[in-house]
T-cell receptor, first 113, second 115 residues
Framework: QKEVEQDPGPLSVPEGAIVSLNCTYSNSAFQYFMWYRQYSRKGPELLMYTYSSGNKEDGRFTAQVDKSSKYISLFIRDSQPSDSATYLCAMSAPSETGNQFYFGTGTSLTVIP | KAGVTQTPRYLIKTRGQQVTLSCSPISGHRSVSWYQQTPGQGLQFLFEYFSETQRNKGNFPGRFSGRQFSNSRSEMNVSTLELGDSALYLC??????????????FGPGTRLTVL
Protein backbone atom coordinates (compact mmCIF):
# COMPACT_ATOMS: atom_id res chain seq x y z
CA GLN A 1 0.00 0.00 0.00
CA LYS A 2 1.31 3.44 -0.92
CA GLU A 3 1.88 5.98 1.82
CA VAL A 4 -0.32 8.51 0.02
CA GLU A 5 -3.23 7.70 -2.29
CA GLN A 6 -4.71 10.23 -4.68
CA ASP A 7 -7.33 9.73 -7.38
CA PRO A 8 -5.58 10.58 -10.67
CA GLY A 9 -8.77 11.73 -12.37
CA PRO A 10 -8.92 13.28 -14.88
CA LEU A 11 -11.47 15.72 -13.53
CA SER A 12 -13.33 18.05 -15.87
CA VAL A 13 -15.64 20.81 -14.57
CA PRO A 14 -17.36 23.90 -16.01
CA GLU A 15 -16.04 27.33 -15.11
CA GLY A 16 -17.43 28.56 -11.80
CA ALA A 17 -17.88 25.09 -10.31
CA ILE A 18 -16.60 24.05 -6.89
CA VAL A 19 -13.82 21.50 -7.18
CA SER A 20 -12.99 18.94 -4.50
CA LEU A 21 -9.64 17.14 -4.58
CA ASN A 22 -8.79 14.47 -2.04
CA CYS A 23 -5.99 12.32 -0.67
CA THR A 24 -5.83 9.57 1.89
CA TYR A 25 -2.78 8.41 3.78
CA SER A 26 -1.74 5.57 6.00
CA ASN A 27 1.11 6.95 8.11
CA SER A 28 -0.14 8.52 11.33
CA ALA A 29 3.29 10.18 11.78
CA PHE A 30 2.55 12.70 9.02
CA GLN A 31 2.47 16.17 10.55
CA TYR A 32 2.56 18.64 7.65
CA PHE A 33 0.12 18.55 4.76
CA MET A 34 0.61 20.43 1.51
CA TRP A 35 -1.03 21.01 -1.84
CA TYR A 36 0.96 21.78 -4.96
CA ARG A 37 -0.20 22.85 -8.40
CA GLN A 38 1.75 21.75 -11.45
CA TYR A 39 1.20 23.20 -14.89
CA SER A 40 2.33 21.31 -17.94
CA ARG A 41 6.09 21.43 -18.46
CA LYS A 42 6.60 23.22 -15.13
CA GLY A 43 7.67 22.19 -11.66
CA PRO A 44 5.14 22.01 -8.83
CA GLU A 45 4.35 25.23 -6.96
CA LEU A 46 3.20 25.27 -3.36
CA LEU A 47 -0.40 26.37 -2.93
CA MET A 48 -1.04 25.77 0.74
CA TYR A 49 0.27 23.92 3.73
CA THR A 50 -1.26 23.09 7.08
CA TYR A 51 0.04 21.60 10.26
CA SER A 52 -3.01 20.46 12.15
CA SER A 53 -6.50 19.15 11.59
CA GLY A 54 -9.05 21.70 10.49
CA ASN A 55 -9.53 24.16 7.65
CA LYS A 56 -7.23 26.77 6.16
CA GLU A 57 -8.48 29.26 3.63
CA ASP A 58 -6.56 31.32 1.07
CA GLY A 59 -8.67 33.19 -1.43
CA ARG A 60 -10.61 30.69 -3.52
CA PHE A 61 -8.70 27.76 -2.01
CA THR A 62 -9.54 25.88 1.19
CA ALA A 63 -7.41 23.06 2.56
CA GLN A 64 -8.99 20.64 4.98
CA VAL A 65 -7.23 18.03 7.12
CA ASP A 66 -8.91 15.25 9.09
CA LYS A 67 -6.17 13.39 10.93
CA SER A 68 -8.60 10.98 12.59
CA SER A 69 -9.71 9.73 9.16
CA LYS A 70 -6.29 10.24 7.55
CA TYR A 71 -7.93 12.29 4.83
CA ILE A 72 -7.11 15.67 3.32
CA SER A 73 -8.98 17.79 0.81
CA LEU A 74 -8.49 20.87 -1.31
CA PHE A 75 -11.54 22.86 -2.37
CA ILE A 76 -11.43 25.37 -5.19
CA ARG A 77 -14.35 27.81 -5.34
CA ASP A 78 -15.42 29.64 -8.50
CA SER A 79 -13.00 27.59 -10.57
CA GLN A 80 -11.31 29.33 -13.50
CA PRO A 81 -9.77 27.98 -16.71
CA SER A 82 -6.40 29.09 -15.30
CA ASP A 83 -6.88 26.51 -12.53
CA SER A 84 -6.46 23.75 -15.13
CA ALA A 85 -3.41 21.86 -13.92
CA THR A 86 -2.36 18.77 -12.00
CA TYR A 87 -2.81 19.04 -8.24
CA LEU A 88 -0.50 17.11 -5.96
CA CYS A 89 -0.98 16.47 -2.29
CA ALA A 90 2.11 16.03 -0.16
CA MET A 91 2.79 15.09 3.42
CA SER A 92 5.82 15.01 5.61
CA ALA A 93 6.89 13.05 8.61
CA PRO A 94 9.88 13.69 10.82
CA SER A 95 12.92 11.50 10.52
CA GLU A 96 16.21 11.50 12.38
CA THR A 97 17.64 14.20 10.14
CA GLY A 98 14.52 16.17 9.29
CA ASN A 99 11.28 15.78 7.37
CA GLN A 100 10.83 13.39 4.51
CA PHE A 101 8.18 14.24 1.94
CA TYR A 102 5.64 11.89 0.36
CA PHE A 103 3.58 12.95 -2.64
CA GLY A 104 0.38 11.70 -4.21
CA THR A 105 0.44 10.89 -7.91
CA GLY A 106 -1.60 13.98 -8.72
CA THR A 107 -5.12 14.74 -9.99
CA SER A 108 -5.46 16.28 -13.43
CA LEU A 109 -8.06 19.07 -13.48
CA THR A 110 -9.54 20.80 -16.52
CA VAL A 111 -11.85 23.79 -16.08
CA ILE A 112 -13.94 24.33 -19.21
CA PRO A 113 -14.83 27.95 -20.10
CA LYS B 1 14.71 37.04 -7.69
CA ALA B 2 15.54 34.22 -10.12
CA GLY B 3 13.89 30.87 -9.49
CA VAL B 4 15.39 27.42 -9.34
CA THR B 5 17.17 26.54 -12.56
CA GLN B 6 17.91 23.07 -13.84
CA THR B 7 20.10 22.03 -16.72
CA PRO B 8 19.74 20.46 -19.13
CA ARG B 9 15.97 20.60 -19.64
CA TYR B 10 15.90 17.53 -21.87
CA LEU B 11 18.26 14.60 -22.16
CA ILE B 12 18.26 11.41 -24.19
CA LYS B 13 20.59 8.60 -23.19
CA THR B 14 20.93 4.89 -23.88
CA ARG B 15 20.93 2.04 -21.41
CA GLY B 16 24.19 1.60 -19.56
CA GLN B 17 25.28 5.20 -19.91
CA GLN B 18 25.55 7.63 -17.04
CA VAL B 19 24.11 11.11 -16.68
CA THR B 20 24.69 14.19 -14.55
CA LEU B 21 21.95 16.72 -13.87
CA SER B 22 22.51 20.16 -12.41
CA CYS B 23 20.44 22.39 -10.14
CA SER B 24 21.01 25.99 -9.07
CA PRO B 25 18.82 26.94 -6.10
CA ILE B 26 17.28 30.33 -5.44
CA SER B 27 19.92 32.77 -4.28
CA GLY B 28 20.33 32.44 -0.52
CA HIS B 29 18.70 29.02 -0.33
CA ARG B 30 20.95 26.41 1.21
CA SER B 31 18.80 23.28 1.10
CA VAL B 32 18.32 21.32 -2.12
CA SER B 33 16.16 18.25 -2.59
CA TRP B 34 15.85 15.99 -5.62
CA TYR B 35 12.78 14.09 -6.75
CA GLN B 36 11.92 11.66 -9.53
CA GLN B 37 8.49 12.10 -11.12
CA THR B 38 6.85 9.37 -13.21
CA PRO B 39 3.20 8.93 -14.23
CA GLY B 40 2.75 5.73 -12.25
CA GLN B 41 4.66 6.57 -9.07
CA GLY B 42 4.29 10.34 -8.86
CA LEU B 43 7.01 12.30 -7.09
CA GLN B 44 9.46 10.19 -5.19
CA PHE B 45 12.09 11.68 -2.90
CA LEU B 46 15.68 10.95 -3.90
CA PHE B 47 17.83 12.93 -1.47
CA GLU B 48 18.28 16.23 0.30
CA TYR B 49 21.42 18.29 0.78
CA PHE B 50 22.20 21.09 3.17
CA SER B 51 25.57 22.77 3.57
CA GLU B 52 27.21 20.22 1.27
CA THR B 53 25.98 17.31 3.40
CA GLN B 54 23.40 14.71 2.47
CA ARG B 55 20.84 14.83 5.26
CA ASN B 56 18.16 12.52 3.92
CA LYS B 57 18.00 9.79 1.33
CA GLY B 58 15.02 8.09 -0.27
CA ASN B 59 14.67 4.48 -1.23
CA PHE B 60 16.64 4.43 -4.49
CA PRO B 61 19.53 2.18 -5.52
CA GLY B 62 23.13 3.28 -5.18
CA ARG B 63 23.24 4.11 -8.89
CA PHE B 64 21.64 7.39 -7.88
CA SER B 65 24.00 9.78 -6.17
CA GLY B 66 24.33 13.49 -5.63
CA ARG B 67 26.42 16.22 -4.17
CA GLN B 68 26.20 19.86 -3.19
CA PHE B 69 28.85 22.48 -3.67
CA SER B 70 29.83 25.34 -1.39
CA ASN B 71 27.70 27.76 -3.43
CA SER B 72 24.66 25.49 -2.77
CA ARG B 73 24.46 24.33 -6.38
CA SER B 74 23.76 20.63 -6.59
CA GLU B 75 24.29 17.82 -9.04
CA MET B 76 22.80 14.37 -9.21
CA ASN B 77 24.31 11.47 -11.08
CA VAL B 78 22.72 8.28 -12.34
CA SER B 79 25.08 5.54 -13.46
CA THR B 80 24.33 2.47 -15.57
CA LEU B 81 21.05 3.87 -16.82
CA GLU B 82 18.03 1.59 -17.10
CA LEU B 83 14.86 2.07 -19.15
CA GLY B 84 12.94 2.61 -15.91
CA ASP B 85 15.03 5.67 -15.10
CA SER B 86 13.14 7.63 -17.74
CA ALA B 87 11.40 10.35 -15.75
CA LEU B 88 11.21 14.02 -14.92
CA TYR B 89 13.85 14.86 -12.35
CA LEU B 90 12.91 17.79 -10.18
CA CYS B 91 15.05 19.87 -7.90
CA UNK B 92 13.57 21.90 -5.05
CA UNK B 93 15.27 24.50 -2.92
CA UNK B 94 14.38 25.97 0.43
CA UNK B 95 15.93 28.58 2.64
CA UNK B 96 16.61 26.15 5.42
CA UNK B 97 15.89 22.45 5.55
CA UNK B 98 12.75 20.95 7.02
CA UNK B 99 11.34 20.86 9.63
CA UNK B 100 12.15 24.57 9.95
CA UNK B 101 10.27 25.15 6.74
CA UNK B 102 8.04 23.14 4.47
CA UNK B 103 8.16 25.69 1.68
CA UNK B 104 10.07 24.18 -1.19
CA UNK B 105 10.42 25.91 -4.55
CA PHE B 106 10.69 23.59 -7.52
CA GLY B 107 12.60 24.02 -10.73
CA PRO B 108 11.12 23.12 -14.14
CA GLY B 109 12.82 19.73 -14.11
CA THR B 110 15.06 17.75 -16.44
CA ARG B 111 13.21 15.30 -18.69
CA LEU B 112 15.42 12.20 -19.03
CA THR B 113 14.62 9.60 -21.66
CA VAL B 114 16.54 6.33 -21.65
CA LEU B 115 16.44 4.34 -24.88
Amino acid sequence: QKEVEQDPGPLSVPEGAIVSLNCTYSNSAFQYFMWYRQYSRKGPELLMYTYSSGNKEDGRFTAQVDKSSKYISLFIRDSQPSDSATYLCAMSAPSETGNQFYFGTGTSLTVIP
Amino acid sequence: KAGVTQTPRYLIKTRGQQVTLSCSPISGHRSVSWYQQTPGQGLQFLFEYFSETQRNKGNFPGRFSGRQFSNSRSEMNVSTLELGDSALYLCASSLVPPPATNEQFFGPGTRLTVL
